[in-house]
């Protein structure tokens, strides 16, 4: 039986994944860093966002199709993320992640969380994050499914838990690896 054209398409569809440093916006043009200073490849948009103050995964690809189902909530695509708050986080605040937080925008669905260490793996943040001599920071590991603006950002604070670093390490099926800050491999 011969494939359709759409099955053909999406199979030609071609993904980058791309380990975006601090201070990068996620587009090809405008004023200061952005995506072409990094990649090359011509024919490539970014399927979903990170902010300029995030690092980590961000995934591009060729097909319009794939950008949309990679990108919009309607699909659910979990995204894991390590976040370096201000404070400690404990069980209790865990929780109300947990449960879903009221933001300005309505309430989030409920997030996986839990408390864990800095990996060995990171890579230094340049520049590197600020500390309170007197406010100790913790790690926690979140997932999520939505994509509200900054979302993770809006739900720690939330709690009293600024985020300081917040690095995306998968979307979906697709992991960061040992992709180094700045680099990217065809996926």
């Known amino acids: ?9 999406s199979m030609d569809s071609q993904i ?4 975006k440093p601090f201070g990068v916006l996620c587009q090809f043009s405008g004023e200061g860093k952005n995506l072409s200073t ?41 995204k894991t993320y390590l976040v370096q708050v201000e404070g400690l986080a404990n069980s209790a605040l865990i929780s109300k992640l947990q449960q ?16 864990t260490q800095q990996p060995d793996w990171l890579w230094e943040r340049n520049p590197p994050i600020r500390q309170r ?18 979302q993770v950002r809006r ?8 985020t300081l670093r917040l690095i995306r390490t998968q979307i979906g ?7 180094a800050s700045g680099q990217y491999k065809n996926g």
């Open 16 to 19: 980058i994944l791309f380990n």
């Open 155 to 162: 739900m720690t604070a939330a709690l009293g838990l600024p």
């Open 100 to 115: 879903g937080i009221l933001l300005k925008d309505g309430l989030s669905k409920p997030a996986k969380v839990k408390i």
């Open 173 to 179: 099926i697709w992991k960061l690896g040992k992709i």
């Open 1 to 9: 039986m011969p494939l359709l054209k759409e099955q053909k398409k």
């Open 133 to 150: 001599k007197n406010i100790p920071t913790s790690w926690i590991e979140m997932k999520i499914t939505e994509g509200k603006n900054r």
């Open 38 to 78: 990094f990649i090359k490849q011509k024919g490539f948009y970014p399927a979903g966002r990170l902010d300029k103050d995030s690092e980590g995964l961000l995934l591009l690809t060729d097909d319009g199709r794939l950008q949309h189902q990679i990108s919009h909530p309607k699909f659910n695509k979990e």
